[in-house]
């Protein structure tokens, strides 16, 4: 092991090595916290070695302190499973191998274990002279065995877990910014080496840089052989998720084509194809190719997010079925998918919705609840359970929902309209008022925002109100007719006749094909006793709308007073 400052996890990774290795050396590149302390607690050798920026130096200085005929090399933030006690009984003693890789689980999200990226790199090796690590990041054993002839292996029902990638580690050790500047020097030297550019693109990933993930990422594979390297599959995974990432779609689905001529397509790819096809609305395209990928297998010794196979294919396929609203499919897939991985919380999202539209409310809110601890489903499940409490008639608690909603999603214009739509069902103008304020408190006002407004007061029966929401409209856009026709209802319902005329008048300047606009200036004009002007617009209407049967009535009536 080399470690510095890993106080706060060594403990946890020494245990799990009781009982299954005879000896720990432990090389410090410069600890001033408990580090040094902890391993001698466990009876560890204690090596020290100056930091430079070169991980293989500092692992090898940790090769010449140990003692027994076989390594494991782990780090601080790893535990070894159980499971390798047995697995390395039976792998120390083929005397022909040398060295084991073994499955690396790596845990990307804070907490749980839902998004996992898997790779395979060797980690026990026999220690004889020759063997040495490789490269100054991302070191490597395999090299110098396949210098010395020597075999590996994959070693079965074995893996070690890796909480490192977790975003809480990776601030905690600035691991990305380490990172990136090694692998930026090693670049500069190897320009054109696919390994070190599939590093940095990844890491450029993980630092949620997608322009430059994606730019190293197309270098990457363009020097990539078609076949036979283990980063092949995640090459090809960074690439299209970075295109997804900067919705760049119709290039990520030429990359997925891409990545079908070589030997690294199948089941990621496939994944990945549906993931972009669904949100690119090609919803019929995503539902072919999620079923084709459903038949398809994890490739053996696969770098990547080994949870496509697990459960997030069927979570994918879920959500599909569900957009074409078959909901008892849906379900189904999200209780498969929860079943293989209970903490999935988009899982619980998608159960939540499938359970909605069948009207199972209880089960509904429970899952929506679970899913409030993902933030990103923030704004849907809060949206969920505001439909859910409304249809029990708990308007004030849809209206809290509907908001917090928002709240999180403030561009979000139909959660805002959920919102003001159970405002209005608390008959209180003060609070629908507050609903329409906030939004304009955000976003620039339009006549489309003060109609709604208006008609929200009308609903109530606050007709002063309304009358000054409709006359903010067209002053905010006199072009508008909805704006001038919804304000000419109200006018004529009120038996301001002249007033509604005018008014239809001027929406009518904006949309002369409007047979009920053209309608009821008739009626404005015949309530005014202008009955030759009543009959042109009668006759107007007809002539947009034959089958316009209250005109065609109203008419008849004019004309013969006329």
């Known amino acids: 092991m ?37 391993a001698e607690k466990y009876g560890a050798v204690i090596g020290h070695f100056p930091w430079i920026n070169d991980f293989a130096a500092a692992r090898n200085e940790s090769l010449k302190l140990a003692t027994s005929e076989w390594a494991l090399w782990i780090d601080a933030d790893e535990q070894l499973d159980p499971s390798c006690l047995e697995a390395f009984h039976k792998g120390i003693v083929r005397p022909h191998i040398g060295g084991y890789s073994i499955e690396i689980v790596n845990y990307l999200d804070d907490s749980g274990t839902t998004t996992e990226f898997v790779h395979n790199p060797t980690r026990l090796f026999r220690r004889i002279e020759g063997i040495h690590f490789t490269e100054p990041i991302h070191e490597q054993i395999t090299p110098s065995m396949m210098a010395l002839g020597l075999p590996w292996t994959p070693l079965p029902d074995c893996r070690i877990h890796h909480d490192g990638y977790r975003q809480a580690f990776l601030e905690e050790k600035k691991k990305v910014e380490r990172t990136l500047e090694i692998l930026t020097g090693v670049v500069e ?34 020097h990539m052989p078609s076949s036979g390297v283990e980063y092949g599959h995640a090459a090809f995974q960074v690439l299209v998720s970075s295109y997804e990432n900067l919705a760049r779609r119709e290039e990520g689905l030429a990359a997925c084509a891409d990545c079908d001529k070589t030997a690294y397509g199948g089941l990621i790819n496939e994944y990945l194809r549906a993931t972009i096809q669904f949100n690119s609305g090609k919803v019929d395209d995503a539902l072919e190719t999620m079923e084709r990928a459903l038949k398809l297998e994890w490739p053996a010794g696969c770098i990547g997010d080994k949870g496509i196979a697990d459960f997030r294919r069927h979570a994918l396929y ?6 074409l609203g078959r909901w008892e499919e849906s379900l189904a897939l999200f209780e498969e998918t929860l079943q293989r991985q209970p903490g999935f919380l988009p899982a619980h999202l998608g159960r939540a919705m499938a359970h ?3 009207g199972h409310l209880g089960e509904a809110e429970a899952d929506y609840k679970i899913a409030l601890a993902d933030a990103r489903h923030t704004t849907l499940a809060w ?10 008639g708990s308007v004030q608690a849809a209206c809290e929902a509907y908001e917090t909603a928002w709240n999180a999603q403030p561009e979000n214009t139909e959660v805002w309209n959920d919102w003001v739509l159970a405002l209005e069902q608390t008959k209180d103008l003060t609070l629908v008022n507050r609903g329409f304020q906030r939004f304009l408190d955000i976003h620039e006002a339009s006549a489309a925002v003060y109609v709604n407004w208006a008609r929200a007061c009308d609903r109530l029966g606050y007709t002063d109100a309304a009358l000054e929401r409709f006359q903010l409209a067209l002053q905010t856009d006199a072009s508008d007719a909805n704006a001038a026709f919804n304000f000419g209802d109200l006018l004529y319902r009120l038996g301001a006749y002249p007033q509604a005329a005018q008014v239809y008048e001027l929406g009518l300047r904006q949309r002369m094909d409007f047979a009920e606009g053209w309608f009821v200036l008739g009626n404005c004009m015949a309530q005014m006793n202008h009955d030759q002007a009543a009959v042109q617009c009668y006759s107007q209407a007809l002539v947009l709308d034959p089958t316009h049967s209250n005109a065609q009535a109203n008419l008849a009536t004019v004309s013969q007073a006329a």
């Open 2 to 38: 080399i470690a510095k400052n890993e106080a706060k996890h060594l403990a946890k990774c020494l245990d799990s090595l009781q009982g299954i290795v005879d000896e720990i050396v432990l090389v410090d590149t410069g600890s001033t916290d408990e580090t040094i302390a902890i």
């Open 189 to 222: 030297k190897h320009p054109n080496d696919p390994f070190h550019l599939f590093n940095l693109a990844n890491t450029y990933f993980v630092a949620q840089d997608f322009a430059k993930a994606l730019e190293v990422a197309k270098k990457c594979v363009t």
């Open 318 to 323: 879920g959500q599909i079925l569900g957009h």
């Open 356 to 358: 909605e539209k069948l």
């Open 383 to 392: 949206r969920g359970l505001g439909a859910i409490y409304l249809s029990r």
